[in-house]
């Protein structure tokens, strides 16, 4: 049973764009909600997380908005960059001891 | 000065053959991953070691045994390769404690099953 639910799968948005990728989860007992950027050949990195106790986090041009009732939380990113392209993954965790992953978006900002 | 290496980068191997990946971090962390990602990009979760104790183990083959000879190393053999096991294998690496931390994660070594 997939844990985390990511929409979409892929997403192309022109450059200066805002790009939203959306996930929910069911076990409420997550506590800690990450995001995570892949560049082909490279190994997943840390953009930005969120815990449960805030609604929204933002770090630059990338802002996660969390719904805690409705289970839900989605990155955004402003004035998306062709250096932004790439596969973006939500994840969630409870205690941080085992992280559960969705199943990616892959973006691509036309220039 | 890499925080989380692998080895080796690519891996490719005939069918019921025995092959082992490494995984090294040197940030001193005290737990490490080994995630399994599929040709679909699915990041699943193989095993987790804490002070090379195992404390995740999710529903893999027993064809794959991992190893933590101490807390900045943990390997990962797969014995009897079968097509299915063609994937990128990463490592992964964090510290727990009474903060969530961030994992960091290895440059991957995609293996091909012939």
């Known amino acids: 049973q997939q844990q985390v639910k990511q929409s979409p799968q892929s997403l192309i948005v022109q450059k200066g764009g805002i790009s939203i990728i959306n996930c929910a989860y069911e076990?409420?007992?997550?506590?800690?909600f990450p995001w995570y950027q892949q560049f082909p050949g490279k190994g997943p990195a840390l953009l930005i997380a969120?815990?449960?106790?805030?609604s929204e986090k933002k770090e630059g041009r990338f802002t996660i908005s969390f719904n805690k009732s409705a289970k839900q939380f989605s990155l955004h990113i402003m004035d998306s960059q062709p250096g932004d392209s790439a596969t973006y993954f939500c994840?969630?965790?409870?205690?941080?001891?085992?992280?559960?992953f969705g199943t990616g978006t892959s973006l691509t900002v036309i220039p | 000065d890499t925080a989380v290496s692998q080895t080796p980068k690519y891996l490719v191997t005939q069918m019921g053959n025995d092959k082992s990946i490494k995984c090294e971090q040197n940030?001193?962390?005290?737990?490490m991953y080994w995630y399994k990602q599929d040709s679909k990009k699915f990041l699943k979760i193989m095993f987790s070691?804490?002070?090379?104790?195992?404390?995740i183990n999710e529903t893999v083959p027993n064809r794959f045994s991992p190893k933590s000879p101490d807390k900045a190393h943990l390997n990962l053999h797969i014995n009897s390769l079968e097509l299915g096991d063609s994937a990128v294998y990463f490592c992964?690496?964090?510290?727990?404690?009474?903060?969530?931390?961030?994992?960091?994660f290895g440059p991957g070594t995609r293996l091909t099953v012939l």
């Open positions: 992964a690496s964090r510290e727990t404690g009474t903060a969530i931390s961030e994992q960091f």
């Open positions: 076990n409420t007992a997550f506590d800690y």
């Open positions: 969120i815990r449960p106790d805030v």
């Open positions: 994840a969630a965790s409870w205690s941080g001891n085992q992280f559960y």
């Open positions: 940030l001193g962390h005290d737990t």
């Open positions: 070691y804490n002070n090379k104790e195992l404390i």
